[in-house]
């Protein structure tokens, strides 16, 4: 029942659970050789479609990069500009909050996307939150 939700508008309605494998099995390409920590995100654009990341670390740590802007920043360069829903999927209890840097750039670029978080090992256990909600007062700059 809970995993029946859907997301986006009109005839472009998508399952929760659909975007949820969809992160699941962007993970399966996660580039984590030093953490093990993989990582997959998918987001659904406005129009229907999914773009899907994984986190890449590299060798210096400090230049890892997160599954969820992997997938913002593939999707923007793509040409994408409306997002109605993130998934993001981890072995984790309960599931991977995004990091801070991750709520920034959702913040600027899909303030209006509905976050849905799952553990690996359990997908149909799904937390739902909305970017705004994950970062209140966020960072911009005067217009
Ligand atoms: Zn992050």
């Avoid at 998918?42 to 802007?69: F, H, P």
């Avoid at 937390?127 to 960072?139: E, S």
């Amino acid at each position: 029942m809970e995993n029946e939700e859907k997301v986006g508008a009109g005839s472009r309605r998508l399952s929760r659970e659909k975007l949820i494998q969809a992160a699941a099995k962007a993970r399966e390409n996660a580039v984590a050789p030093y953490s093990k920590f993989k990582v997959g995100a998918a987001l659904l654009t406005q129009d229907g479609q999914i773009i899907g990341g994984a986190n890449v670390e590299s060798a210096s740590y400090g230049l890892t990069c997160c599954a969820e802007r992997i997938a913002l920043f593939k999707a923007l360069t793509d040409g994408h500009k409306k997002f109605v829903a993130v998934a993001v999927v981890a072995r984790w209890d309960g599931g991977p909050m995004p990091c801070g840097a991750c709520r920034q750039l959702l913040a600027e670029y899909a303030p209006e996307a509905k976050v849905f978080i799952a553990d690996s090992d359990d997908l149909k256990t799904v937390k739902t939150f909305t970017v705004r909600g994950l970062l209140p007062l966020a960072f911009r700059l005067a217009s």
